[in-house]
């Protein structure tokens, strides 16, 4: 069973930042392209953010553009995002998922945490 | 940008009965679909990756069909732990971006 577990969630006022971390011990993680994806309470899946393997590329949804970074640390197999600016509609579940493949990414979501709550409140 | 549209928004069954799902896209996107179950409390997981293949370790109740603009989820007959909220997503291969329609959930 993979298992990525997420931290760093918490209450933050607006324009402030955060950092999220997933934490993914158990597999070879270099190998897999991951992902961060939100869930707004009671509301559908948004994807947040890509990065590669090898951490090389990196892609963001238009809503968090210029404002969230994501970045690996490929040593101590964690996954990380960044949030600046923040702002009330940031308010989700962060979930982190690993691509479904190794070693080739199919760009699809084939393993989830069980997320961390970003609450963005004055 | 593609949008993706999913029908029924809720879907009432019984267990034993054939659940039809719908996505369709704004316009064509080949077989790059997937679908997802989330049950509440729970993260999502990946039941269908391109349009048709069942991921590891789904049950064979559980077919994807479709290509271009309309697909579709069905399941075969209903167990309990069915019950669920069931999402598409479009993956766009370069560069990477990625839509989710917005759910049908399928409830007693």
């Known amino acids: 069973q993979v298992q990525l577990v997420e931290s760093g969630g918490g209450v933050v006022q607006p324009g402030k930042s955060l950092r999220l971390s997933c934490a993914a011990p158990?597999?070879?993680?270099?190998?897999?392209?991951m992902y961060w994806v939100r869930q707004a309470p009671g509301k559908g899946l948004e994807w947040v953010a890509f990065i590669s393997y090898d951490g090389n590329n990196k892609f963001y949804a238009d809503s968090v553009k210029g404002r969230f970074t994501i970045s690996r640390d490929s040593s101590n197999a964690t996954l990380f995002l960044h949030l600046n600016s923040l702002r009330a509609e940031d308010t989700a579940l962060y979930y982190c998922?690993?691509?479904?493949?190794?070693?080739?990414?199919?760009?699809?979501?084939?393993?989830w945490g069980q997320g961390t709550l970003v609450t963005v409140s004055s | 940008e593609i949008v993706l549209t999913q029908s029924p928004v809720t879907l009432s069954l019984s267990p034993g009965e054939r659940a039809t799902l719908s996505c369709r896209a704004s316009q064509s996107i080949s077989s790059f679909l997937a679908w997802y179950q989330q049950k509440p409390g729970q993260a999502p997981r990946l039941l269908i990756y391109d349009a048709s293949s069942r991921a590891t370790g789904i049950p064979s109740r559980f077919s994807g069909s479709g290509s271009g603009t309309d697909f579709t989820l069905t399941i075969s007959s209903l167990v309990p732990v069915d019950f669920a909220v069931y999402y598409c997503?479009?993956?766009?291969?370069?560069?990477?971006?990625?839509?989710f329609g917005p759910g049908t959930k399928v409830d007693i």
């Open positions: 997503q479009h993956r766009n291969t370069w560069p990477p971006l990625f839509t």
């Open positions: 998922a690993r691509d479904f493949g190794r070693r080739y990414t199919t760009f699809y979501f084939g393993s």
């Open positions: 158990r597999f070879a993680f270099s190998d897999y392209a």
